[in-house]
Every structure is written in structure tokens, then in C-alpha cells.
């Protein structure tokens, strides 16, 4: 789940996905098409595609949904653990999702469209909601955050890369992404600007890194053209 947030009707946000690895709730994701998620890198450990699975259409991870399986995974090729600035892959499923009210495509940014110093995103997550030491920290449930994007300045403590954009949450009660929220999405007036990819910690006031959706968007016309 997310740090300090509220909890999430799947409606309001129904291309949020859950990733699972080996049937384990894993990673978040965002529909992008028809068969196609995108999510971070790092949420796929693996390269056999037949170990993931796409759970889309639900408030709570135990909660039935629509689920693929993984048949191709696509990561971008300059991604390592070294290199987190290329935290950006493309599942593609079996079959197509059956769209409803729940379950929806989100629409990608055009190329003059990102998030900017100050401006208000929503950050959705399936992740913890306190650090992983809190007793009640696994409810399952989604939930969403509204946070300004920081400035330059302060996202360069750690990393200072215009592939990547951050938020800075140190005064209480500060809001922010945990375990379990990777892959998922950040959204700026509909439109999907960033993936959740790169913290230090849960709740601890420091930037917290989502890749640039629009800094990437060649790379995802190129695996999905006609979408």
C-alpha cells in the first residue's frame, strides 16, 4: 500500500494491476493496451515470462479479478541494479483484459506532457502502509496519495537524471510509497507520468524516485505501435 494515504476504489483507478512472481502479490503496474502492462524493471527478477501473473479489476489483493498470464516480458535493455534510471518494462499477457468500469486502459502522456517541480500527482499502490517493522502494515487494500513533485535540487541528493522524477515527503505525516507499490503508477491529470521505482526505506523523508513515462515514450511506441 502507500505511507499515509487513503484507501482506493478500483474504480477511481482502474488501470492499477497487481504483478505476481510465483503466485506472490509482487509488484504494481498500469494497463497501457489491450495485453499490455507497464511496470518497473526491477519487479521482473526472472526473465521467464511464464512465472508472472496480472491481476487486474480489484480494491484487495484477495479479491477475484481478471487474471493473465505473462506470455512476454520486454525490459529495457540499459536497465541493471546499477543503472535504476531505466526502471522501465512491458509485460504483454495472453489474452486481451475485458474493460469495464474496473478495469481500463490509462491514457500516456505526449511528449511535451511531464511532471514538473510543484505540480499535485496521485501515487496508487497494493504496498505496505507503514514500515515493514509496524504491526498492521499488510491490509491488502488499495490506496492513494496526492504529493507535489520536488524540485530538481532536491531530488539530486541521490540521483540526478532527467529519466527519473522524485517526490520529498519530511514533515508529518509524510506520504510516500513501501514494498509492494513498485511498478505502479503516478498520474497527472489522467494522463500516467511516472512509475514507482526507487526509495530509501519506508517513511523515512527521503526522495523517492518514479521513472519518467513521457522521457521513455519512444521506447514503449516501439514495443507497442499500434497502441
Request: hydrophobic letters at 35%; one cysteine or more.
Amino acid at each position: 500500500m502507500i505511507i499515509n494515504g487513503q484507501k482506493a476504489d478500483i474504480k477511481d483507478y482502474p488501470y492499477q494491476v497487481i504483478l505476481y512472481y510465483n503466485n506472490y502479490d509482487k509488484c504494481g503496474g498500469s494497463i497501457i493496451a489491450e495485453q499490455f502492462i507497464l511496470t518497473a524493471a526491477h519487479c521482473l527478477q526472472s526473465d521467464e515470462a511464464s512465472k508472472y501473473m496480472v491481476k487486474a479489476g480489484v480494491s484487495n489483493i484477495d479479491e477475484d479479478g481478471q487474471e493473465r498470464k505473462a506470455v512476454e516480458l520486454f525490459i529495457h535493455e540499459d536497465f541493471s541494479f546499477d543503472e535504476p534510471e531505466f526502471d522501465i518494462a512491458i509485460v504483454q499477457v495472453d489474452e486481451p483484459f475485458e474493460f469495464s468500469n474496473a478495469v481500463r486502459i490509462i491514457k500516456l502522456p505526449n511528449d511535451d506532457q511531464s511532471a514538473k517541480a510543484g505540480d499535485i500527482v496521485t501515487v496508487t499502490g497494493f504496498g505496505l502502509t507503514h514500515s515493514p517493522e509496524a504491526p498492521g502494515n499488510e491490509t491488502g487494500d488499495l490506496y492513494f496519495i496526492d504529493v507535489p513533485i520536488a524540485s530538481p535540487k532536491e531530488c539530486s541528493k541521490h540521483i540526478k537524471s532527467d529519466k527519473m522524477i522524485c517526490i520529498v515527503s519530511n514533515t508529518p505525516p509524510r506520504k510516500g510509497t513501501c514494498y509492494g507499490d513498485s511498478g505502479g503508477p503516478m498520474m497527472k491529470d489522467d494522463y500516467l507520468v511516472g512509475i514507482v521505482s526507487l526509495g530509501f526505506g519506508c517513511d523515512t523523508g527521503e526522495p523517492e524516485y518514479f521513472t519518467s513515462v513521457t522521457y521513455f515514450l519512444q521506447w514503449i511506441r516501439d514495443i507497442i505501435p499500434n497502441n
